[in-house]
């Protein structure tokens, strides 16, 4: 279901080596690739650009987020992200206190094993660069504001913070197993561009559509991508574009959903996805 022209990018090939030609400084990093997030570094320059992405971002999400993100976003004085770039120790406080959560500042994308590590001890990894205004509009790699805007506000939600520690003891069996590209699928098309359907209207929940002005009307209004019922085997039989806007995305009909078809041992799935050559 992809273009000819792109190629399927699967971005845990490109985590495996996060220092091939990835922005941020990984020099300083701790052995869990952490590093601190210092306030004072960002510029006047950065603040601003914070303020109008997330202003902009503000503007778009009613009537297109899901009622989780809406809540945490307008309705948690922690997450108030038009006071300027939050800082994430401020932030752990109220996170901790909702789902046990904590953000780890992180210089960029980290190898597939890192990550994983860090969700299965309720971590979440934010990089604590912000992009260049060149990238207003759009960045590749996940940044600042793609991190935060875009995954922090549903950790509040305690189903979805259960359900992401879950994926990552998930993604560390199915690295041993052989299935981790599959499951990364499987990330792609929820945690990142999932879409769900709540009293009977559209949403967003991924942090890729609900981060981007571009791919959120996209996600939901445009007649050009399929929209199918989300199913874990589907998803994860479908490839993913890294650099472009989806082909395809997954609706749930609830989080719940997402827990439960979530929640059995993932090695049959590998297997018979082993043998279709998915
Ligand atoms: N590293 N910092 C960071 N952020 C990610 O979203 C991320 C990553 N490394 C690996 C990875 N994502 C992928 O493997 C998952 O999206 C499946
Ligand atoms: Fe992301």
């Known amino acids: ?17 996060p220092n091939a030609g990835l922005r941020g ?14 306030m004072d570094d960002y510029s006047a320059a950065e603040q601003s650009r914070w ?17 989780e993100f809406l809540g945490a976003v307008l309705g948690n004085p922690a997450l108030d992200m038009r006071r300027g ?32 590590t860090h969700l ?10 912000l992009r260049e205004e060149s990238e207003f509009d759009y960045i590749v790699e996940p940044d600042l504001f793609h991190d935060f805007f875009g995954h922090v506000p549903m950790l509040f939600t305690p ?37 769900i359907r709540q009293q009977g209207k559209l949403l967003a929940y991924g942090a890729g559509v609900l981060s981007s002005p571009k791919e959120l009307l996209y996600a939901l209004e445009s007649d050009v991508p399929a929209r199918l019922p989300f199913d874990t085997m589907r998803s994860m039989r479908t490839r993913f574009l890294i650099d472009d806007v989806q082909n395809t995305y997954f609706v749930l009909d609830s989080f719940e959903q997402l827990r439960t078809e979530t929640a059995p041992d993932f090695a049959p799935y590998y297997e018979s996805l082993r ?3 998915a």
Not at 25 to 38: E, G, H
Not at 51 to 67: D, K, N, T, W, Y
Not at 100 to 110: D, E, I
Request: aromatic fraction near 12%; include cysteine; charged fraction near 20%.
């Open 51 to 67: 303020l109008r992405l997330v202003e902009r971002q503000l503007a778009l999400i009613p009537g297109r987020a899901c009622s």
């Open 85 to 116: 770039i939050p800082d994430f120790a401020q932030v752990n406080v109220a996170l901790k206190a909702a789902t046990r959560w904590q953000l780890v500042g992180v210089p960029g994308l980290l190898p597939d094993d890192v990550f994983f």
């Open 25 to 38: 400084n990984y020099a300083r990093m701790a052995a869990d690739y952490t590093v601190p997030q210092q």
């Open 120 to 129: 299965a001890n309720r971590r979440f990894p934010v990089t604590v660069w």
């Open 159 to 195: 189903i979805y913070a259960d359900h992401l520690e879950a994926y990552g003891h998930g993604a560390l069996k199915a690295k041993q197993l052989g299935g981790l590209d599959w499951l990364a699928r499987l990330y792609w098309y929820t945690i990142e561009f999932g879409l």
């Open 1 to 17: 279901m992809q273009n000819a022209t792109t190629p399927a990018f699967d971005i845990s090939a490109k985590t495996h080596n």
């Open 275 to 277: 043998a279709e050559g």
